[in-house]
Antibody, heavy 119, light 112 residues
């Protein structure tokens, strides 16, 4: 069974750094792109970026490039989304999804990680 | 960027009645091999999105056959033949023919 288990809710102050995770199981982690989607409160879905764990290739939306980084650890079959300096506007739910890539159908999704950025 | 415009933004449906959602793309989503990279998702309240339809008209594993997808290169439709209570939520279309991946604005379906 394909599963993507995301890390718990985070509450951070503006300017802080953060790394959230998405642990995969039930499939060959190194052969599928894993991507990240932002959903701001009461809003729609926005693709942020994706990574291919097999060779660490990554792709970013121009809207998010430079503000976030995606990475993956093949040993723990975990993908990560990282911020260097959080802003209040980063408050959102972040979903990881398998096959979130050009030509892909984003077939399985995690349950989401709520990130709250507030002083 | 490819813009996906969904209509209507909200829909109130009597259980057992059909429903239809439109998704219009600013560019063709047909790949050279004829595959249409258009997908439909349902996000139930408080849950993550779930894939319903992939490549225009193929139902994902476990999706009831009351859901169907159709369309051409730029105009797409999701139809629910008979709406049930479990179909309540927000429906999104998504394209993956080109980066950045983009989603439609969503259509919220509720029961009358």
């Amino acid at each position: 069974e394909v599963q993507l288990v995301q890390s718990a809710t985070e509450v951070k102050e503006p300017g802080g750094s953060l790394k959230i995770s998405c642990q995969a199981s039930g499939f060959n982690f190194t052969r599928y792109w894993i991507g990240w989607v932002r959903q701001m409160p009461g809003k729609g879905l926005e693709w942020m970026g994706s990574i291919y764990p097999g060779d660490s290739r990554s792709r970013y939306s121009p809207s998010f490039e430079g503000q976030i980084s995606v990475s993956a650890d093949k040993k723990t079959t975990t993908a990560f989304l990282q911020w260097g300096s959080l802003r209040a506007s980063d408050t959102a739910i972040y979903y990881c999804a398998r096959r979130l890539v050009r030509g892909g159908p984003a077939d399985y999704w995690g349950r989401g990680t709520l990130v709250i950025v507030s002083s | 960027d490819i813009v996906l415009t969904q209509t209507p933004r909200s829909l109130s449906v009597t259980p057992g009645q059909p429903a239809s959602i439109s998704c219009r793309s600013s560019q063709s989503l047909l790949y050279t091999d004829g595959t249409a990279h258009l997908y439909w998702y349902l996000q139930k309240p408080g849950q993550s999105p779930k894939l319903l339809i992939y490549e225009l008209s193929k139902r994902f594993s476990g999706v009831p056959d009351r859901f169907s997808g159709s369309g051409s290169g730029t105009d797409f439709t999701l139809k629910i033949s008979r709406v049930e209570a479990e179909d309540v939520g927000t429906y999104y279309c998504m394209q993956s023919i080109d980066l950045p991946l983009t989603f439609g604005g969503g259509t919220k379906v509720e029961l009358k």
